[in-house]
């Protein structure tokens, strides 16, 4: 790793963040459990429900459907749950469910756009240089990302 630039290194990170989720279909997710009883253990654990509530600030196009379908886009085909843990509270990237923002200022459509984009190597500010692919290199649609993004934004609010 030594010799490894911290762009190829944040590549290499991200594809094995991939290749677990893809592999263990979210086992991963399972460890922070395990001290639980038997039924905890048995299923994947569910990110936080993002349950919507009224909440101050909240943009009228970001809908309770938005946020639902946001939290299964998140720990499935979004593959957010790889880099960001199962809970949000943070892996390989930044926990999304605090009110501090490494890069953005958190807003909804801030968030829409950093997620389109992802972050690269130049704006990433983690030491280990990992950098977050456009989609999070999910392949989803620019829908999918304002309903992620919409389920990120409850996190915080
Ligand atoms: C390959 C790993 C990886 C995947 C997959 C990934 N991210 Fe990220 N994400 C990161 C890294 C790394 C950062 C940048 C942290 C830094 O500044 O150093 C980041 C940053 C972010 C930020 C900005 C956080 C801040 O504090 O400003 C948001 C929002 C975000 N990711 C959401 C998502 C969503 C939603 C998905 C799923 C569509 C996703 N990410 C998938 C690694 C990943």
Redesign the pocket.
Known sequence: MKRMNSKLAGRL??FF??SLVVGCSGRAATEDTEVDLGAAVSRPAAPPSGAATATAGRPADLTDAMVQEGAR??SGV???A???GADAKGA???D?TDD?????D?EFEQ?VA??LTG?SAA????ELG????P????A?TDAQ?RA??AY?WTLSH
Do not use: D, F, R, S
């Open positions: 990170l991200a963040a991939i886009i998140y979004g593959i957010c790889a880099c960001h390989i990237g930044p999304l501090e923002w490494l890069i953005g958190g968030l950093q997620i972050v704006e990433a500010t983690n990992a950098i977050m692919p989609k999070g290199g999910a989803i990302v992620v993004a990120v």
